[in-house]
């Protein structure tokens, strides 16, 4: 009971965090099952099992809130699903020496990529005129892959890039990727349910990152709408970033005075962008008032 509750409480704030931000439900959750001994593999496939229960729920709800584009999620989920189903051959064929490493890799860098992405690059809003199926389909296939290879991966590669073209809403990114997802779920399972057929997998795990993700998904689909998603974004990069260095480290056996310095190096940058990003909101957010300062200033004037 103790270790569900555990898997719980990470499934709650994996799914918390992918619902503000399109993505990190799986680079968070696979984080944690590394961080508890589970090989890489097994680690993937039970969170693509467990994400078939919360991508359905985030995609209700957000679907519910208006948050979705249906073109979007199909034309993005169908590639996806066949770049997933790929990868999670892939790594079942790679042993657990050297899909380690490999997958804490793909993590720190995606949360380095998060972490960077919504302290230093704010959106900018272009005519929403759509995403073409160019764009979409290719970046589909990638992060699908990406997906079930990394333990995680769909939204961090697909919400971003999404985002970056202006095109969309960032509301509607954020509800297509996370509906989508299902799919990417789906075939991710299959894939890993094929090649693991020799191994037992914990259904114990399943269920607590199911329960705990589906309490989570309609609070998630709510906060997008109040809470800064670069303020979240930060926060959940630079987690993801300091639970897989501690990963790479021990892999790599690095000396032990290394050890603290590292740490050390990865916090002071954290704390640095959630002040830096916390001060540019409080800027935009004066911003306006200013204006209208201004405005009322030229009037009377």
Do not use: C
């Not at 229960?53 to 709800?61: E, H, I, R, V």
């Amino acid at each position: 009971m103790q270790a569900f509750l555990i898997f719980a409480i990470g499934g709650f704030v994996a799914q918390l965090v992918d619902g503000s931000l399109g993505m990190a439900y799986g680079v968070t959750s696979t984080t944690i099952l590394l961080a508890a001994g589970m090989s890489p593999a097994l680690a993937s496939a039970s969170v693509h099992l467990a994400e078939l229960g919360t991508s359905l729920a985030s995609g209700l709800s957000h679907w519910k809130f208006g948050n979705v584009d249906w073109r979007v999620v199909l034309t993005l989920g169908v590639p996806g699903a066949i770049g997933a189903f790929l990868g999670a051959t892939a790594l079942s064929n790679l042993s657990t020496e050297a899909a380690e490493p490999w997958m804490s890799t793909i993590l720190l860098a995606l949360g380095l990529y998060v972490l960077a992405r919504f302290a230093f690059r704010p959106l900018r809003r272009r005519q929403l005129t759509g995403v073409s199926g160019k764009l979409l389909a290719p970046l589909g296939l990638v992060a699908g892959f990406v997906d079930a290879t990394g333990g995680g991966g769909w939204g961090p590669v697909a919400t971003p890039t999404l985002l970056s073209t202006g095109r969309v809403e960032p509301r509607k990114v954020i509800g297509s990727v996370d509906t989508s997802e299902f799919l990417i779920a789906a075939a991710a399972s299959l894939g890993f349910l094929l090649s693991l057929a020799d191994q037992e997998l914990s259904w114990l795990t399943v269920g607590g990152l199911l329960l705990g993700g589906v309490v989570a998904a309609p609070l998630a689909a709510y906060l997008v709408r109040i809470v800064p998603m670069r303020l979240i974004g930060v926060g959940a990069g630079g987690l993801i970033v300091l639970t897989n260095a501690r990963t790479l480290i021990k892999d790599l056996e690095l000396p032990g005075g290394s050890h603290a310095i590292i740490y050390s190096v990865i916090v002071v940058a954290w704390v640095a962008a959630i002040a830096y990003t916390v001060r540019v909101l409080r800027a935009e957010r004066r911003q306006p008032e200013t204006d209208k300062a201004d405005t009322a200033e030229a009037v009377h004037g």
